[in-house]
């Protein structure tokens, strides 16, 4: 019940196209919904995040769709750019802590 | 600069030694995390803290140690109880309590020769 669940493993798109990343989860009683983005050798950064009472959030290229009935949150890459090639952890929390999807290696080529 | 620093980059260890992780923060943030990735893994809690000298145990804290006796600094003990400690080891700290905005370090690589 503490798990998310993270797919694709790995994306290929071409560059300018829109990436798309989904997670799952059982437990309603996540809160909070942070999608963060981590380069080799480098922590993960804090990209976009999304509370349950909120269907989407747009931040630049970068959204957020969340179906709190169907527990499923989403995010979407617009125009992705190959700077945009990195790992991306889609995260819920509960009770002061974070629990991460496995992660989805995303390459965008030129 | 206001952030999460730690140290060193890169750690080298013999089986059976025991190794501590620095992790210090001068964000004024209450609560801090330790989290352990491995490759094509998400991340994994060992430990975290939401006040000086109290700390809680993650989801796989066997085989670690840590103290938080100053509110900047959580440091993190890797014991030679760690069977498998080679990997990544990522620190975080967050703003409030219960709030889900964790901010991360540059992480540390841990490597058992």
């Given amino acids: 019940q503490q798990q998310v669940k993270q797919s694709p493993q790995s994306l290929i798109v071409q560059?300018?196209?829109?990436?798309?990343?989904?997670?799952?989860?059982?437990?309603?009683a996540f809160d909070y919904f942070p999608w963060y983005q981590q380069f080799p050798g480098k922590g993960p950064a804090l990209l976009i995040a999304i509370r349950p009472d909120v269907s989407e959030k747009k931040e630049g290229r970068f959204t957020i769709s969340f179906n709190k009935s169907a527990k499923q949150f989403s995010l979407h890459i617009m125009d992705s750019q190959p700077g945009d090639s990195a790992t991306y952890f889609c995260a819920a929390s509960i009770a002061q802590k974070l629990v991460f999807g496995q992660g989805t290696r995303l390459t965008i080529n030129p | 600069d206001?952030?999460?620093?730690?140290?060193?980059?890169?750690?080298f260890r013999k089986e059976g030694q025991n190794?501590?992780?620095?992790?210090?923060?001068?964000?004024?943030?209450?609560?801090?995390?330790?989290?352990?990735?491995?490759?094509?893994?998400?991340?994994?809690?060992?430990?975290?803290?939401?006040?000086?000298?109290?700390?809680?145990?993650?989801?796989?804290a066997e085989g670690y140690s840590?103290?938080?006796?100053?509110?900047?600094?959580?440091?993190?003990?890797?014991?030679?109880?760690?069977?498998?400690?080679?990997?990544?080891?990522?620190?975080?700290?967050?703003?409030?309590?219960?709030?889900?905005?964790?901010?991360?370090?540059p992480g540390t690589r841990l490597t058992v020769l």
């Fill in chain 1, 15 to 28: 560059k300018g196209g829109i990436s798309i990343i989904n997670c799952a989860y059982e437990n309603t």
């Fill in chain 2, 2 to 11: 206001g952030g999460i620093t730690q140290s060193p980059k890169y750690l």
């Fill in chain 2, 19 to 60: 190794v501590t992780l620095s992790c210090e923060q001068n964000l004024n943030h209450d609560a801090m995390y330790w989290y352990r990735q491995d490759p094509g893994q998400g991340l994994r809690l060992i430990y975290y803290s939401q006040i000086v000298n109290d700390f809680q145990k993650g989801d796989i």
């Fill in chain 2, 66 to 105: 840590v103290s938080r006796e100053k509110k900047e600094s959580f440091p993190l003990t890797v014991t030679s109880a760690q069977k498998n400690p080679t990997a990544f080891y990522l620190c975080a700290s967050s703003r409030e309590r219960g709030s889900g905005e964790q901010f991360f370090g």
